[in-house]
């Protein structure tokens, strides 16, 4: 049947039914109601700039959603530090928690540095040195023992471990003394083995970094190590594990902190790089490291046990906030921003707005199942809308017409408001169904009972 047909059908049914008394009132969007003034704004690609300029800041998470747990000393006894809050708080944001700047001190020789002596001029004393300076010529270097030594041919023990490079050197030239040779040399270190900082976690190569004669910066030592990995810089944190105490920093403070950059790093540090929830690795990693410094073993287990309360503290209390939330939005007792859907769509009700993000149109309509293209008219799609700043007598009906399936992108691109009512008209033809629907067994009623005054 054509449309002109149709909808002579349905007058010609409507005068009908109106006629015995029965009238079928269908929702629809008018030009005015209850003294609101409607104004009807096609809903297109320019329109809808206009539509989303209507100011409004989604609802964030609570600032528990976006803690990282484990950022205080081990051993100071004071109160665990408040968690971060306020809307401005986000998943990137890390605190910064760095150490004191030390001074740099004199690099001491310690237990596995290799050291070497270098004559200034071998010709002339070669005869003098003999053995020693025939090792020499074969640039053989001299291992520092367990017991803080270095053991010179023909010469004999000499103590450099916890001795600075002068030190060191003043302590060969007195045994080379002792033995009647007065040679000239200087004492230079080959291999650094004795000191090193271990990095771990979202880096290009974990492992150790050597302290040597120049001081560590924390720069240097990520770069040694290839640099970081991890895929967002700003959720990335640094932690620093010294002396029983743990420090920590964005990853992105390397870059834009010279504080941070320049920090000089000290032997028996450890570092581990990791994204903002990997607190367990982190932790394996710690205990590894803890171990491996030398810590007593009394200190050791203080220490362990210290550092995974704190961590586990701060989780138990980021857990217990976030699960309080949860039951209170339950509960409806959260502040929420809604959006309402009338008319035929899927189900008739309120849905509510997500956390930290604008929802579109299409979202609402499609996360509830969208609408029945048989009952509910695909030209008639509504966006109404309070208009701001108005004296409440100004509404907004933003209008879409998804018979052509490509303005369903707009739909995508239409920003919802808090109170926005989502309404889709019916198909005239179910307009026409629904009421004879209803009147149908009024008819058939007065029919059997001979009522008079049916037509």
Request: proline share 5%; charged share 20%.
């Amino acid at each position: 049947m054509h449309h002109n047909g149709l909808r002579t059908f349905c007058l010609g049914t409507s005068l009908f039914l109106s006629g015995c008394g029965v009238t079928y009132h269908s929702p629809t969007v008018q030009s005015q109601a209850a003294g609101l003034d409607v104004k009807v704004i096609r809903i297109t690609a320019s329109s809808v700039k206009q539509a989303n300029s209507a100011p409004y800041v989604p609802l964030s998470l609570p600032a528990a959603f976006h803690a990282v747990a484990g950022s205080t000393g081990l051993r100071a006894a004071t109160p665990l530090p408040d968690l971060p809050d306020g809307p401005a708080t986000s998943p990137e944001k890390i605190a910064l928690n760095l150490p004191q700047q030390v001074a740099p001190q004199p690099y001491e020789i310690g237990v596995g540095d290799v050291v070497m002596l270098v004559t200034k001029n071998a010709a002339s004393t070669i005869e003098d040195l003999g053995g020693l300076l025939n090792a020499q010529t074969q640039r053989q270097g001299f291992t520092v023992r367990d017991n803080g030594m270095i053991a010179l041919p023909d010469i004999g023990q000499v103590a450099v471990a916890g001795k600075t490079l002068e030190q060191a050197e003043d302590a060969v030239f007195q045994a080379l003394v002792a033995k009647n040779i007065d040679p000239a040399f200087s004492l230079e270190i080959e291999e650094f083995n004795s000191q090193h900082v271990a990095i771990g976690g979202k880096v290009a190569r974990a492992g150790l970094v050597p302290v040597t004669l120049k001081p560590l910066r924390l720069g240097d030592a990520l770069a040694q190590v290839g640099g970081i990995i991890g895929d967002d810089e700003g959720a990335t944190a640094i932690r620093l594990y010294r002396d029983g105490k743990l420090f920590q920093m964005p990853a992105s403070a390397v870059r834009t902190r010279a504080k941070a950059r320049n920090l000089t790093l000290l032997a028996g540090d450890a570092i581990y790089v990791d994204e903002s929830y990997a607190l367990d690795r982190a932790l394996a990693f710690y205990e590894t490291q803890i171990a491996a410094i030398g810590l007593k073993r009394t200190a050791r287990l203080q220490a362990l046990t210290e550092l995974k309360a704190e961590i586990a503290v701060q989780r138990d209390a980021l857990d217990e906030q976030r699960a309080t939330f949860s039951a209170r939005r339950a509960l409806d007792a959260e502040r929420r921003d809604y959006v309402y859907l009338a008319g035929e769509v899927a189900q008739q009700g309120r849905v509510a707005l997500p956390y930290g993000r604008h929802a579109s149109l299409a979202d609402v309509l499609y996360d509830e199942g969208g609408f029945d293209t048989t009952t509910g008219d695909p030209a008639q799609i509504y966006v109404i809308r309070p208009d701001a700043g108005s004296d409440d007598t100004q509404v907004t009906a933003w209008h879409l017409d998804a018979t052509n399936v490509i303005n369903i992108t707009l739909a995508t691109r239409m920003q919802m408001r808090p109170n926005d009512i989502v309404f889709i008209e019916e198909q005239p033809i179910t307009k026409w169904s629904r009421a004879f629907e209803q009147a149908f067994p009024i008819l058939i009623n007065k029919s059997v009972n001979g009522d008079s005054s049916a037509p």
